[in-house]
């Protein structure tokens, strides 16, 4: 049997999620330890996926209860509901590869795509609601313009234009022009995901594993990326010592791209083990101060300064979707470790 962590981790659920459903009889645990926790065996498993699969088709939590509680609710009648949603989807599929297909033609010919092929990459992507749905619950989707207001899918589009237009320039990432854009891109990225970091880690790993279906191609993500930190750099460089910013450049280069898989890795570790007491949130904590110290250094005077940045320029924090929370939970698994 499961407890109410592991399920949640295994699920890629919230464990307040699951007290939610328990609380108004949705999802009722099978039995509970002796200590009082709740403790989920195959059949509540396989209630789970039922209601998650009726979420995904937008039915409301009130709605999936007392469709549970009819003969239509059967297990095979979501499974066949879920094929059908399925091949509905590789149709969709199969219709954006052939537009990103087109959309690499023309970038590998060297011509310049119009504002209407990226609308048109874009819109497609939008209709793929499963790509969002691997990542995002209904509530999570909800709160992300990008994901159900067209005005916001159009400015991101024309986001995605001007970055291609800059790197088809050749406009080194590191030039004012791309810097300015770089500021923009960040500020549209925190205003569409409400300045929550844990939206923010969740598309950033999405738009990382994603970049297809996404409608950033990857060259064009890379741009990005390197325009941000060339950004970040000119506000590192008022608190840290050359040497370091050396240091952060070749870390970067080499190693920044794990950030991203790292933090979605200790966002599961703090839903799996609130506490931070167990042997996975200790390697998990090894794991991030090994990257950070190959990103800073291990002076302390450095270290200090970097925290001190972090907390006075707010450019700094943006991006990433690093939590207070998350650090607070790192600095416990530290200290449990030790």
Known sequence: MLKVGE????????VRTLHHYDSIGLLQ???????GYRLYDRDDVARLHQIQA?????????????????????PLAVVERQIAALEQQIHETKRMREQLLRLRGELAGGATPELSTWL???????????????YFSREELEKLPIYRDDAVKAQWAALVEQAAGLMQSQVAPESEAAKAFALR???????????????AAKLNVMARREQDAVGIPGPVMNYVFQATAELKYDTWSKHLRPIVIARMRRHHATRGHEWTGLIDKVRAGMQADPDAAGPQAHELARQWMALFHDMVGTDSRDIDAFRAAITTEPVLRMGPGISDAMLGWLRRALAASR
């Open 7 to 14: 399920l949640a981790a295994l699920a890629d659920l919230t």
């Open 185 to 199: 891109w960040l500020q549209a990225f925190e205003r569409d995901t409400a300045g929550d970091p844990d939206l």
């Open 29 to 35: 645990p099978s039995a509970r330890s002796d200590a």
């Open 54 to 74: 009726l979420r995904s088709f937008g039915m409301s939590l009130a709605d999936i209860g007392l469709y549970l509680d009819s003969p239509a609710g059967s």
């Open 120 to 134: 048109t990459t874009l819109g497609q992507t939008m209709d793929m609601m499963n790509v969002y749905e691997k």
